[in-house]
């Protein structure tokens, strides 16, 4: 659940025309504060971490509940962080669109949204899914708005490491969701693991493009508080602090050549690529690994799934 990839597309805030224009622009808007297009997370390590604990494809019905909680758990800690830092936002061009800038959305309609969204989700998944499930995406939710938003992403540059624990939390409520809550299998924290050692570098890498925004808005990321210099050397570092994990879930969860070839392939092109940046230090070189993250990510918990079923 940590800080999002990008700003609305310029379409997202548009006026819309017709009778019923104001009710659809404000329904719009408190979708948008939302995140949505973060919330696609969910879909890249939930489903996977699912198949692993069925061992083969669960039950759709409880698929689709678990990703209906998580998504509602997902958008409550968002609209949330969108309340919360709507002063920093308005001073970076990347997030000045936003409803929560931009006036589209009140304070407290944005207020009620995210506690209601949290209130729901933490039902839902209690009573359709699994209360170990629930109290995860739940503590997800406090974690991420208290620990992260509100305690350290304005103190220190440490927050995307710390606040990534709440961006894994989709990992152990799929798991919790197909177990009835047992998560004594190494592997589901295996793959939290590659997840939360994957946050950062992803991170610092989309700082160092919007580097000038969080200067602007004295939010102390990595590039602004060390320079684009220490910026890199971090990004290696945990280049290869991912790559040990995934190392390690090769010996301890997913022995397979299904699993093991490609994702530490691809690791090791991460590593690659967080060694160019280290040596250019520059925004291009950043964006590619940027962008490679992403691909990343999708293929290692989609061959971790892919070995356990075959």
Known sequence: MV??????????????TGPNASRRARLRAYFLVTKPRIIELLLVTTVPTMVVAEGGWPSTWLVLA????????????????NLIDRDVDRLMSRTASRPTVRGDVTPRGTLLLGVGLGVVGFAWL????????????TGAILFYVFVYTIGMKRRTPQA????????????????????????SDPRPWLLFAILLWW???????????????????????LPVAYGNDEATRQILLHSYL????????????????????????????????AHRLRRSRT???????????TIHLTLVFVVAALETVL
């Open 66 to 81: 678990t990703l209906v909680g998580g998504t509602m758990s997902a958008a409550s800690a968002n609209t949330l962080n």
């Open 3 to 16: 800080d999002g990839p990008g700003p609305l597309h310029p379409g997202d805030a548009a006026p819309l």
């Open 126 to 137: 209690w009573l359709i899914v699994d209360p170990v499930a629930s109290l995860i995406a």
């Open 283 to 293: 925004v291009a070189d950043a964006q590619v690994l940027f962008k490679f993250s």
């Open 160 to 183: 995307v490491t710390i606040g990534g624990i709440a961006g894994c939390a989709p990992v152990l409520t799929g798991w919790a969701a197909v177990t009835g809550g047992d998560l």
């Open 199 to 221: 946050q950062p570098p992803h991170f610092w890498a989309l700082a160092m493009r919007f580097r000038e925004d969080y200067a602007r808005a004295n939010l102390p990321m």
């Open 242 to 273: 991912l790559l040990a994990v995934v190392v390690l879930s090769v010996a301890g969860g997913f022995p397979g050549a299904v699993f093991a070839v490609p994702a530490v392939g691809a690791t090791a092109s991460w590593v690659w690529l």
